[in-house]
Protein backbone atom coordinates (compact mmCIF):
# COMPACT_ATOMS: atom_id res chain seq x y z
CA UNK A 1 0.00 0.00 0.00
CA UNK A 2 1.55 3.31 -1.39
CA UNK A 3 1.37 6.57 1.06
CA UNK A 4 -1.48 7.96 -0.93
CA UNK A 5 -3.53 4.75 -0.14
CA UNK A 6 -2.47 4.88 3.16
CA UNK A 7 -3.44 8.46 3.46
CA UNK A 8 -7.17 8.10 1.83
CA UNK A 9 -7.36 5.02 4.34
CA UNK A 10 -6.92 7.18 7.30
CA UNK A 11 -9.47 9.89 6.04
CA UNK A 12 -12.01 7.39 5.51
CA UNK A 13 -11.68 6.06 8.67
CA UNK A 14 -11.81 9.01 10.99
CA UNK A 15 -15.09 10.11 8.86
CA UNK A 16 -16.58 7.19 9.44
CA UNK A 17 -15.30 7.56 12.86
CA UNK A 18 -16.97 11.00 13.25
CA UNK A 19 -20.40 9.33 11.72
CA UNK A 20 -20.44 6.78 14.16
CA UNK A 21 -20.45 9.35 17.01
CA UNK A 22 -22.52 11.76 15.67
CA UNK A 23 -25.16 9.19 15.26
CA UNK A 24 -24.76 7.56 18.57
CA UNK A 25 -24.74 10.59 19.86
CA UNK A 26 -28.59 11.07 20.63
CA UNK A 27 -29.69 7.51 21.92
CA UNK A 28 -26.26 8.40 24.33
CA UNK A 29 -27.86 11.60 25.37
CA UNK A 30 -31.55 9.80 26.32
CA UNK A 31 -29.81 6.87 28.45
CA UNK A 32 -27.79 9.78 30.21
CA UNK A 33 -31.09 11.80 31.40
CA UNK A 34 -32.96 8.68 31.77
CA UNK A 35 -32.29 9.02 35.78
CA UNK A 36 -30.56 12.46 36.12
CA UNK A 37 -32.17 15.69 35.79
CA UNK A 38 -31.03 16.77 31.95
CA UNK A 39 -29.40 19.92 32.97
CA UNK A 40 -27.31 18.19 35.62
CA UNK A 41 -25.95 15.88 33.20
CA UNK A 42 -25.47 19.00 31.06
CA UNK A 43 -23.42 20.81 33.88
CA UNK A 44 -21.37 17.49 34.82
CA UNK A 45 -20.52 16.50 30.84
CA UNK A 46 -19.30 20.10 30.10
CA UNK A 47 -16.97 20.25 33.57
CA UNK A 48 -15.55 17.40 32.86
CA UNK A 49 -14.90 17.82 29.32
CA UNK A 50 -13.33 21.24 30.14
CA UNK A 51 -10.60 19.35 31.91
CA UNK A 52 -9.76 16.75 29.53
CA UNK A 53 -9.38 19.46 26.76
CA UNK A 54 -7.25 21.25 29.36
CA UNK A 55 -4.67 18.07 29.51
CA UNK A 56 -5.43 17.58 25.94
CA UNK A 57 -4.46 21.12 25.00
CA UNK A 58 -1.22 21.14 27.38
CA UNK A 59 -0.18 17.59 26.11
CA UNK A 60 -0.24 19.09 22.39
CA UNK A 61 1.64 22.36 24.15
CA UNK A 62 -0.78 25.02 22.70
CA UNK A 63 -2.25 27.96 23.99
CA UNK A 64 -5.18 29.53 25.17
CA UNK A 65 -5.38 32.93 24.28
CA UNK A 66 -7.11 35.76 26.43
CA UNK A 67 -7.35 38.62 24.35
CA UNK A 68 -10.45 40.54 23.47
CA UNK A 69 -11.21 38.56 19.85
CA UNK A 70 -9.68 35.32 21.89
CA UNK A 71 -12.65 35.62 24.34
CA UNK A 72 -15.44 36.84 21.67
CA UNK A 73 -14.65 33.38 19.80
CA UNK A 74 -14.92 31.16 22.97
CA UNK A 75 -18.39 33.05 23.23
CA UNK A 76 -19.24 32.50 19.72
CA UNK A 77 -18.53 28.92 19.95
CA UNK A 78 -20.65 28.29 23.51
CA UNK A 79 -23.67 29.20 21.63
CA UNK A 80 -23.14 25.41 19.94
CA UNK A 81 -22.33 23.80 23.09
CA UNK A 82 -24.41 25.36 25.75
CA UNK A 83 -26.67 26.93 23.39
CA UNK A 84 -27.29 24.06 21.24
CA UNK A 85 -26.92 20.89 23.50
CA UNK A 86 -28.87 22.55 26.95
CA UNK A 87 -32.39 22.34 24.09
CA UNK A 88 -31.63 18.95 22.41
CA UNK A 89 -31.05 17.80 26.18
CA UNK A 90 -34.56 19.33 27.42
CA UNK A 91 -35.83 17.35 23.78
CA UNK A 92 -34.45 14.09 25.20
CA UNK A 93 -37.06 14.04 27.66
CA UNK A 94 -39.99 14.02 24.46
CA UNK A 95 -38.04 12.43 21.68
CA UNK A 96 -36.66 9.20 20.49
CA UNK A 97 -32.88 9.45 19.82
CA UNK A 98 -33.74 8.49 16.19
CA UNK A 99 -36.43 11.42 15.44
CA UNK A 100 -33.81 13.97 17.09
CA UNK A 101 -31.07 13.35 14.62
CA UNK A 102 -33.37 12.96 11.79
CA UNK A 103 -34.43 16.42 13.37
CA UNK A 104 -31.11 17.81 13.27
CA UNK A 105 -29.82 16.36 9.69
CA UNK A 106 -32.00 19.67 8.62
CA UNK A 107 -28.87 22.02 10.05
CA UNK A 108 -27.88 22.39 6.80
CA UNK A 109 -31.00 22.90 5.03
CA UNK A 110 -31.53 25.67 7.34
CA UNK A 111 -27.90 26.95 7.37
CA UNK A 112 -28.47 26.94 3.15
CA UNK A 113 -31.42 28.97 3.86
CA UNK A 114 -30.31 31.44 6.37
CA UNK A 115 -27.01 31.91 3.75
CA UNK A 116 -29.90 31.90 0.73
CA UNK A 117 -32.30 34.84 2.33
CA UNK A 118 -30.32 36.70 5.21
CA UNK A 119 -26.65 36.83 4.62
CA UNK A 120 -26.98 36.64 0.78
CA UNK A 121 -23.63 34.47 0.98
CA UNK A 122 -24.65 31.66 -2.16
CA UNK A 123 -27.75 31.07 -3.87
CA UNK A 124 -29.96 27.31 -3.99
CA UNK A 125 -30.25 25.59 -6.79
CA UNK A 126 -34.08 24.89 -8.04
CA UNK A 127 -32.61 21.28 -7.00
CA UNK A 128 -31.76 22.39 -3.89
CA UNK A 129 -35.17 23.82 -3.43
CA UNK A 130 -37.19 20.85 -4.55
CA UNK A 131 -34.47 18.77 -1.81
CA UNK A 132 -36.06 21.14 0.70
CA UNK A 133 -39.50 20.82 0.38
CA UNK A 134 -39.15 17.09 -0.16
CA UNK A 135 -37.18 16.45 3.22
CA UNK A 136 -39.95 18.49 4.95
CA UNK A 137 -42.61 16.44 3.86
CA UNK A 138 -41.07 13.49 4.23
CA UNK A 139 -40.27 14.69 8.29
CA UNK A 140 -43.89 15.64 8.20
CA UNK A 141 -44.98 11.81 6.81
CA UNK A 142 -42.65 10.88 9.72
CA UNK A 143 -44.68 12.59 12.34
CA UNK A 144 -47.83 11.77 11.56
CA UNK A 145 -46.82 8.09 11.78
CA UNK A 146 -45.44 8.25 14.64
CA UNK A 147 -47.98 9.77 16.93
CA UNK A 148 -49.01 7.33 18.68
CA UNK A 149 -44.79 7.19 19.97
CA UNK A 150 -42.79 9.37 21.57
CA UNK A 151 -43.17 12.80 19.20
CA UNK A 152 -43.91 15.96 20.84
CA UNK A 153 -44.66 19.30 19.64
CA UNK A 154 -42.66 20.31 22.27
CA UNK A 155 -40.10 17.82 21.28
CA UNK A 156 -39.63 19.89 17.84
CA UNK A 157 -39.60 23.32 19.21
CA UNK A 158 -36.60 22.22 21.36
CA UNK A 159 -34.69 20.94 18.24
CA UNK A 160 -35.42 23.65 15.99
CA UNK A 161 -34.20 26.27 19.17
CA UNK A 162 -31.02 23.84 19.48
CA UNK A 163 -30.24 24.08 15.28
CA UNK A 164 -30.85 27.75 15.24
CA UNK A 165 -28.16 27.84 18.02
CA UNK A 166 -26.25 25.88 16.36
CA UNK A 167 -25.96 27.20 13.35
CA UNK A 168 -25.82 30.59 14.98
CA UNK A 169 -22.56 29.64 16.20
CA UNK A 170 -21.24 28.24 12.99
CA UNK A 171 -21.65 31.76 11.21
CA UNK A 172 -20.78 34.08 14.17
CA UNK A 173 -17.60 32.28 14.75
CA UNK A 174 -16.92 32.59 11.33
CA UNK A 175 -17.21 36.22 10.99
CA UNK A 176 -15.03 37.03 14.04
CA UNK A 177 -12.76 34.69 12.39
CA UNK A 178 -10.17 34.53 15.59
CA UNK A 179 -6.94 33.25 14.80
CA UNK A 180 -7.04 30.43 17.14
CA UNK A 181 -6.05 26.90 16.58
CA UNK A 182 -8.37 24.02 16.88
CA UNK A 183 -8.19 23.06 19.72
CA UNK A 184 -7.91 26.39 21.65
CA UNK A 185 -11.46 27.57 20.16
CA UNK A 186 -12.74 24.02 21.36
CA UNK A 187 -11.00 24.35 24.58
CA UNK A 188 -12.20 27.79 25.41
CA UNK A 189 -15.51 27.21 23.94
CA UNK A 190 -16.25 24.26 26.70
CA UNK A 191 -14.65 26.30 29.46
CA UNK A 192 -17.04 28.96 28.68
CA UNK A 193 -20.44 26.78 28.05
CA UNK A 194 -18.64 25.10 31.60
CA UNK A 195 -18.97 28.32 33.25
CA UNK A 196 -21.98 29.58 31.45
CA UNK A 197 -24.05 25.90 33.07
CA UNK A 198 -23.40 27.22 37.04
CA UNK A 199 -26.13 29.94 36.20
CA UNK A 200 -28.78 27.03 35.61
CA UNK A 201 -27.81 25.44 38.91
CA UNK A 202 -30.21 27.58 41.57
CA UNK A 203 -33.33 26.14 38.74
CA UNK A 204 -32.51 23.00 39.52
CA UNK A 205 -30.79 22.54 42.95
CA UNK A 206 -33.14 20.35 44.07
CA UNK A 207 -32.74 17.99 41.84
CA UNK A 208 -29.13 17.37 42.17
CA UNK A 209 -27.88 13.81 42.04
CA UNK A 210 -27.33 11.95 45.17
CA UNK A 211 -26.71 8.47 43.89
CA UNK A 212 -24.85 6.72 41.06
CA UNK A 213 -27.16 6.08 37.85
CA UNK A 214 -27.46 2.38 36.50
CA UNK A 215 -24.66 1.26 34.20
CA UNK A 216 -26.64 2.02 30.90
CA UNK A 217 -26.78 5.88 32.07
CA UNK A 218 -22.65 6.45 33.02
CA UNK A 219 -22.04 4.57 29.31
CA UNK A 220 -24.54 7.19 28.07
CA UNK A 221 -23.12 9.97 29.76
CA UNK A 222 -19.22 8.93 29.57
CA UNK A 223 -20.03 8.68 25.81
CA UNK A 224 -20.93 12.57 25.67
CA UNK A 225 -18.46 13.36 27.45
CA UNK A 226 -15.29 11.77 26.05
CA UNK A 227 -16.70 10.49 22.70
CA UNK A 228 -18.83 13.42 21.76
CA UNK A 229 -17.30 16.42 23.49
CA UNK A 230 -13.78 15.65 22.66
CA UNK A 231 -13.22 12.79 20.14
CA UNK A 232 -15.39 13.98 17.82
CA UNK A 233 -14.86 17.62 18.06
CA UNK A 234 -10.49 16.97 17.43
CA UNK A 235 -12.11 14.53 14.38
CA UNK A 236 -13.94 17.53 13.20
CA UNK A 237 -11.46 20.07 12.81
CA UNK A 238 -8.82 17.25 11.51
CA UNK A 239 -11.11 16.78 8.90
CA UNK A 240 -11.79 20.18 8.19
CA UNK A 241 -8.44 20.96 7.68
CA UNK A 242 -8.09 18.15 4.59
CA UNK A 243 -11.44 18.14 3.15
CA UNK A 244 -13.70 20.78 1.72
CA UNK A 245 -16.61 21.31 4.63
CA UNK A 246 -19.15 20.71 1.95
CA UNK A 247 -17.48 17.34 1.96
CA UNK A 248 -17.79 16.95 5.78
CA UNK A 249 -21.13 18.32 6.16
CA UNK A 250 -22.43 15.08 4.13
CA UNK A 251 -22.31 12.77 7.50
CA UNK A 252 -25.94 14.68 7.85
CA UNK A 253 -27.15 12.54 5.26
CA UNK A 254 -25.64 9.26 6.90
CA UNK A 255 -26.20 9.95 11.18
CA UNK A 256 -29.56 10.61 11.06
CA UNK A 257 -30.02 6.80 9.18
CA UNK A 258 -27.71 5.10 11.65
CA UNK A 259 -28.76 7.01 14.49
CA UNK A 260 -32.37 5.30 13.88
CA UNK A 261 -31.55 1.83 13.79
CA UNK A 262 -29.32 2.59 16.77
CA UNK A 263 -32.07 3.85 18.63
CA UNK A 264 -34.11 0.64 17.61
CA UNK A 265 -31.42 -2.13 18.21
CA UNK A 266 -30.28 -1.16 21.40
CA UNK A 267 -33.06 1.32 23.30
CA UNK A 268 -36.22 -0.43 21.67
CA UNK A 269 -37.64 3.24 20.16
CA UNK A 270 -40.31 1.62 17.66
CA UNK A 271 -40.49 3.04 13.70
CA UNK A 272 -43.92 1.80 12.34
CA UNK A 273 -43.42 0.59 8.43
CA UNK A 274 -45.43 3.66 7.14
CA UNK A 275 -42.98 6.01 9.15
CA UNK A 276 -39.97 4.34 7.25
CA UNK A 277 -40.81 5.87 4.03
CA UNK A 278 -41.19 9.24 5.91
CA UNK A 279 -37.54 8.59 6.29
CA UNK A 280 -36.53 7.34 2.78
CA UNK A 281 -38.32 10.84 1.48
CA UNK A 282 -36.58 12.56 3.75
CA UNK A 283 -32.82 10.79 3.10
CA UNK A 284 -34.20 11.44 -0.83
CA UNK A 285 -34.72 15.32 -0.34
CA UNK A 286 -31.09 15.49 1.83
CA UNK A 287 -29.38 13.73 -1.33
CA UNK A 288 -31.01 15.90 -3.32
CA UNK A 289 -29.86 18.88 -1.23
CA UNK A 290 -26.69 17.40 -1.38
CA UNK A 291 -26.37 16.61 -5.12
CA UNK A 292 -23.48 19.22 -5.89
CA UNK A 293 -21.23 17.79 -3.10
CA UNK A 294 -22.15 14.39 -4.21
CA UNK A 295 -21.09 14.69 -7.14
CA UNK A 296 -17.46 16.55 -6.63
CA UNK A 297 -17.04 13.59 -4.54
CA UNK A 298 -17.49 11.12 -7.13
CA UNK A 299 -15.93 12.77 -9.99
CA UNK A 300 -13.12 12.90 -7.60
CA UNK A 301 -12.95 8.99 -7.26
Known amino acids: ?17 LVLIWAATPLAI ?37 DHVSLKSYVAGSLNLIGAQLFIYLAANYLTSGLMALIFGFSPLIAGLIGHLILKTHKLSILQWSGMVIAVLGLTFVF ?70 STQAMVGFLFTMI ?37 ASLNNEIIHNEALWGIVVVMMGLLMYFNRELLKLFLKK
Not at 9 to 15: G, L, P, R
Not at 166 to 186: C, D, E, G, H, T
Open 1 to 17: MNSSSANIMVVASIYAL
Open 30 to 66: VWSVAEIHPMWVLIIRYFGASIIALALLKMMRDSLPF
Open 144 to 213: AESADERVNPWGVVLMLISMVSYISSIFWVKQINAPLSPMSQATGSLIFSALGSLLIIPFIWQQIPTVLP
Open 227 to 263: MSSIVAMLCYFWLIRRLAASTVSLSNVMTPVIALVLG
